[in-house]
């Protein structure tokens, strides 16, 4: 079966478009008329229909004589750039051009050439007379705006030879008025990472996930730099950390990894909950019933493999590099579920939980504003639930208990009044572990 992912370019140009290998296009200037001395734009709107990278070469063809017969009044710095497009990527190649004051008004035609180069072997992804339903929530507020300044143009499909598209273009007299800065490049409007639905970007990704990235999220190869950062960013955003305390914050991250991979690493599927990567991509993700929620760390991780590949086999450097505070902010949302279940209190609403998380977050990209309520509630509150999960070698589950207990203790001289609900949680929860491994905390 054929997947169709959305169709862009199909709502922008009503359904018309030119096809090559895979590739749908249309034409277009903005403005559609356009003033001597004043520069406008020539649009190629170029949609990738397959499953592999593109090169798209636009190459303009401007009039060499103007209705007087005089040469040269159209001028371009660029008038041919080539592209490079993702799978499945949408978007424009435009190339600014300007007519000199003294050019003759009237009508007139330019031509626009496209090549393509497809980078590997391609399968199709959207119908070759149109794709899927757009939802123009995917878009970013950036490629939103972009979509209500092209919607109004007027596209053009026809091929007169070749990979040519001629577009009709008014010129309408003016007064020299000043350059405006138009940049000839690329401008993304939609990738596979930007679908609110991740099922067509899993289903582009799984092999490569399956192959190169899951295999490598394991604590031997994970746990001990998350705990070497996990001491590091807590620290730089005010809040150093105890030995224990830093220990159950990084196995609750390193758990988090591993659930992407839970029968590679020992744990049930059910226990791995939504951070289930694997089951995901082991089948075809198309089939899936309904547009599975991520991680926030794995859709971050897919922004940065999407634009370069190699991301994908180096897990550990772009969690560690770039994606700690994305990993930080799973935890929390995991570690409130453990700590509603144990408890049996309702900790918010799923508002504040996310305001909560996002708090965090920014407290350690910050590098400011950590502080015990913080960092306890979730995190070391819910990496103690789940400690025994990722055991260290010669290590007590009661071990983690009496350790946990002992920072409590000492960080309740400095704590303030508005904490002390913070403290009663982590006791109890703390009692509850202990008495399951025969240990019994006597402080409160």
Partial sequence: MIPNYPDLLGALTGGERALSDNVHLAVATRPRVARAGRPFEVILLVQNGSDTDVDVTMTLHLPALDLKKQRDRFVTKVQRLLVGIKPAEVGYVMLPVSSLVDMAPGEYVIGVEYSIKVMGKASRIRAHDGGGKVRLDDLSAQARAEYETLKDLTYFTTRRRGNLIEIPLSIMTGTLGKFADFTPGWVSLLRLTDYG???????????????????????????QPLLDATYTRFEDAGFALRDAEAVVIAKLLTLILEYAAPRQNAHGFIAARDYNIHSMVEHDPLELEKAPR?????????????NDPRAFGKPAQMILGYLYEELIGDAVDYAFALIEESSGENLGTQ???D?????????????RGMDFSLAYLPLIIGGTIRSEHIPLQGEHPADVVKSIGKALEDRVFDSRDDERPVFDLANEILARIGQKHGYHPTHG
């Fill in 197 to 223: 639905d991740p099922r067509p970007m899993l289903n582009e990704y799984a092999q490569q996930l399956q192959v190169e990235t899951l295999p490598q999220l394991k604590r031997a190869l994970m746990y």
């Fill in 294 to 306: 991520l991680p926030h760390w794995f859709r971050r991780f897919m922004k940065y493999a999407e």
């Fill in 351 to 353: 508002d504040e939980i």
């Fill in 355 to 367: 305001l909560h998380r996002e708090k965090v977050m920014d407290s350690l990209r910050d590098k």
